[in-house]
């Protein structure tokens, strides 16, 4: 038997920080209002000549440092985003030819924030049912400064740039590795996260431009109530069919949707303090880097040891969500031999 583990993690944030106090003036209102109503300090945004491709393939450059693998040496590359280099080609054909992992499969998967757990869920499925494929890059990776508006405080507040990047790797010694995947979607609820122009169905054009239909837009109220239904549930789903109790698990790295809506699931699930990682407070969220983000800071924190349970959980636009159970490998770097052609 095997399954897929991770072998190397990275993360990459641009260097400009965005303060909530220096956003408050920006948007009109009081200084403290960002912090109280998200927890959110401040969030990273990407230089005027970085694009999604730029943060993914940094990313991508520090998971495979860690894993002590070569990019030559890479079968698969799957890219969550939702805000792309361009319509086509794949962004993920860019960190492709970036990283110069010639031999590698590239695509893009879109389902928003819950993108980079759906990414995961598809690359660890190749892994274990195509022979050809040994090791895979995930990539999540978003760019929402492009998209905001920055007069809207329902949204510019809440969101930053930033990539993150995790290397899969087979391990047949059944000592670590994914132990359970869930994925969900309800397509009745599109519109409550979503970007009105720009593609087939309203192409771009004076008139949607002048009435920002190309920036993002959410109904928040909405969002947070599903997200309060789903996150409980799905815990629950993944903790079952992963055969583990709440108090099994070491760590949680969710989602960092909002400060104040972790806090919220923390006290829902009763969990122990810390188990759920939170790096919201210092990068805001950034969509589909938001799980793998959280992900590398807590593994450059020590936070998971030899055989660590970890959940990593996630909803989105779409509406969509999923989670993916694994058991954290004891030295993942000598899972090495079982990746290289």
Not at 56 to 62: E, L, S
Request: one cysteine or more; aromatic letters at 4%.
């Amino acid at each position: 038997m095997s399954t897929s583990t991770v072998i190397g993690t990275g993360s990459y944030l641009p260097r400009r920080v965005l303060s909530s106090e220096e956003l408050a003036r920006r948007v009109g209102v009081p200084e403290n209002w960002i912090v109280d109503k998200t927890g959110i300090r401040e969030r990273r945004v990407a230089a005027d000549d970085e694009a999604t491709s730029d943060l993914a393939t940094r990313a991508a450059r520090r998971a495979l440092r860690t894993a002590r693998l070569d990019p030559a040496d890479l079968d698969l590359i799957v890219l969550a985003t939702s805000t792309p280099d361009r319509p086509m080609p794949a962004t993920a054909s860019t960190v492709q030819a970036n990283l110069g992992a010639r031999q590698a499969v590239a695509f893009d998967v879109d389902a928003v924030c819950s993108g980079f757990v759906y990414a995961l869920v598809v690359a660890h499925s190749m892994l274990n049912s195509e022979g050809w494929a040994r090791t895979a890059l995930v990539v999540g990776a978003d760019t929402y400064s492009r998209v905001l508006d920055y007069t809207d405080r329902r949204t510019a507040v809440l969101f930053g740039d930033g990539a993150g990047a995790v290397v899969l790797g087979r391990d047949t010694s059944g000592g670590s590795g994914i132990r359970a995947t869930t994925l969900g979607a309800d397509g009745t609820l599109a519109d409550l996260v979503q970007i009105p122009a720009g593609g087939s169905r309203r192409p771009a054009s004076a008139q949607t431009v002048e009435a920002g239909d190309h920036y993002f837009a959410m109904r928040g109220g909405d969002v947070r109530r599903l997200a309060n239904q789903v996150f409980p549930a799905l815990v629950g789903q993944l903790l079952k069919a992963a055969s583990l109790e709440l108090d099994q698990v070491d760590l949680i790295a969710a989602h960092q949707a909002n400060g104040t809506m972790l806090t919220d699931w923390s006290r829902e699930l009763g969990l122990r303090p810390g188990v759920l990682h939170r790096t919201v407070e210092r990068y805001g969220n950034t969509g589909a880097a938001s799980v793998p983000v959280t992900l590398d800071d807590a593994v450059r924190a020590g936070r998971l040891g030899a055989a660590a349970k970890l959940l990593m959980v996630a909803f989105g636009g779409g509406m969509t969500w999923g989670g993916v159970a694994l058991d954290w490998a004891a030295d993942p770097a000598v899972l090495r031999s079982n990746c290289v052609r």
